[in-house]
Nanobody, 125 residues
Framework: VQLQASGGGLVQTGGSLRLSCVAS????????LGWFRQAPGKEREFVTA????????YYGDSVKGRFTISRDNAKKTVTLQMTSLKPEDTAVYYCAARETIMTHIPLTEQEYNSWGQGTLVTVSS
């Protein structure tokens, strides 16, 4: 599976941004999908994930209530809607994918085997 992320950019504190990740190859409906981010000088961290069922989502504590993950199987796309952005959200955001069984959603980067190239989000104070 190949992933192509887009949508990053510069936004002011409190603003919103929408990231998209388009998949090619593989069977999209069999994939669990996640977003991770890596801030300068820090380790990559989990942001959110969505399972094969759109009702199954998980969020990192730092983004709960502000970020929303969704998927469109017909368009082979996973989207991250980010609102109420803070300077600490500044990072390179990566989408990730892995084929899973219906009931499992990977939450660690080690569990994912396909990664997008990353898109930079900068939140100015």
């Amino acid at each position: 599976v190949q992933l192509q992320a887009s949508g990053g950019g510069l936004v002011q504190t409190g603003g919103s941004l929408r990231l998209s990740c388009v998949a090619s190859g593989g069977t999209f409906s069999r994939l669990s999908l996640g977003w991770f981010r890596q801030a300068p000088g820090k380790e990559r961290e989990f942001v959110t994930a969505i399972g094969r069922s759109t009702s199954s989502t998980y969020y990192g504590d730092s983004v709960k209530g502000r970020f929303t993950i969704s998927r469109d199987n017909a368009k082979k796309t996973v989207t991250l809607q980010m609102t109420s952005l803070k300077p600490e959200d500044t990072a390179v955001y990566y989408c990730a994918a892995r084929e899973t069984i219906m009931t499992h959603i990977p939450l660690t980067e080690q569990e994912y085997n396909s990664w997008g190239q990353g898109t930079l989000v900068t939140v100015s104070s």
